[in-house]
Nanobody
Framework: QVQLVESGGGTVQPGGSLGLSCAAS????????MGWYRQAPGKVRELVAR???????NYSDSVKGRFRISRNYANKTVYLQMNNLQPADTAVYYC?????????WGQGTQVTVST
């Protein structure tokens, strides 16, 4: 079993920055992909960014150039640095770990961008 524990999030004004982190524990196989998804009210969950084991990150077009994903292999943690946040970024952000075809999810953390 895999557990993902997220931290970070909160409320920020437009143009501000926030950071998220997600620590994985349990039966983790190393060659996995870790990433972040988000779900806004009334919308489907969408990919924000992901980074495969030993690979390069990829981003959704809506966050490219503003968000940065990174991971620490030693402590099995993935990070998301979010800059120049906009109201459209308001959503619940979920940490994700993908190994082969199995998806594991964190509990979600709220990010609100508002004046």
């Amino acid at each position: 079993q895999v557990q993902l524990v997220e931290s970070g999030g909160g409320t920020v004004q437009p143009g501000g920055s926030l950071g998220l982190s997600c620590a994985a524990s349990g039966s983790i196989f190393s060659r996995n992909t870790m990433g972040w998804y988000r779900q806004a009210p009334g919308k489907v969950r969408e990919l924000v960014a992901r980074i495969p084991y030993g690979g390069l990150p990829n981003y959704s077009d809506s966050v490219k150039g503003r968000f940065r994903i990174s991971r620490n292999y030693a402590n099995k943690t993935v990070y998301l640095q979010m800059n120049n946040l906009q109201p459209a970024d308001t959503a619940v952000y979920y940490c994700n770990l993908l190994f082969r075809t199995a998806h594991y999810w964190g509990q979600g953390t709220q990010v609100t961008v508002s004046t």
